[in-house]
């Protein structure tokens, strides 16, 4: 089926399509203090959550968010026209690899939280956004990381190679070696992986039982069913989550 059918479906129910709490979220845009005119990239917007909620907060600053599910666009097209109308806000239907700023080095944030596999992992998330920000810019990436060493069957269950993701530290240590600083982390909880995860199995049911006549119910089902076990069964001790703070061009001062 679809992809962007079947995200759509099973992240219905969230305000933000990743493992951190809204509490967390508003943390993160406090310690990014936006000057006006400021600007802003989001790499893989989602729903637009992170970069409306900046544009609340940061009047003058311009944003521009790129996501490929056309679902998640139309969903931040809406919020940005409810919440923040008269924001300098665009979002983007595009593939977040194909986006090429006219000017390089130009924005003041710049956000992939969630997708590093759109630039090839970790290392190429950092190095492809470090491209595309100022000098003294913040960028802000979330990625998974091992608690400790998953079992074979778990990373067969869920497609990814041991190598896909490193551990907390590894990840903080791949911006230093890209020359960032890492000046904060935000760390999911249980709490925080179980809403995520839960909603998912939520939205999936409630959605086949609203829809028994789509020829993708079964295949829906199936898959969220798999996730669930294996996530009960070995992701919820093994795979950590973070949003990662890193300053380029030095530290920053809070």
Not at 40 to 50: M, P
Not at 233 to 253: D, N, S, T
Request: aromatic share 12%; proline share 4%; glycine share 8%.
């Amino acid at each position: 089926m679809d992809m962007w059918k079947f995200f759509n479906i099973t992240h219905r129910e969230h305000i933000i399509c990743n493992p951190m709490n809204l509490e967390k979220l508003e943390q993160l845009i406090a310690l990014l203090p936006l000057k006006p005119g400021a600007r802003v990239l989001d790499i893989a917007t989602g729903k637009g959550e992170f970069l409306i909620r900046l544009a609340e907060r940061y009047r003058q600053m311009t944003g521009t968010g790129v996501d490929l599910s056309p679902h998640c666009i139309a969903d931040a097209c809406t919020k940005h026209q409810e919440r923040v109308p008269d924001a300098r806000l665009q979002f983007l239907e595009l593939d977040g690899a194909k986006y090429v700023p006219e000017t390089m080095e130009s924005f003041d944030l710049i956000a992939c939280i969630g997708a590093s596999w759109i630039y090839g992992g970790h290392r190429g998330t950092l190095n492809a956004l470090r491209k595309m920000a100022a000098p003294e810019s913040w960028i802000v990436v979330g990625e998974p990381y091992w608690r400790h060493e998953p079992e074979g069957e778990y990373l067969e269950a869920i497609g990814v190679a041991r190598n896909d993701f490193g551990t907390h530290y590894q990840n903080v240590e791949v911006g230093r070696e890209c020359g960032l600083e890492a000046v904060y982390t935000l760390v999911s909880s249980q709490d925080d992986w179980d809403r995520y995860e839960g909603l998912q199995w939520y939205a999936a049911e409630t959605w086949a039982s609203d829809h028994r006549d789509d020829p993708d119910v079964e295949t829906v089902l199936k898959r969220v069913h798999e996730s669930k076990r294996a996530y009960l069964r070995w992701g919820r001790e093994a795979l950590g989550w973070a949003i990662y703070v890193f300053r380029k061009g030095g530290a920053a001062h809070f």
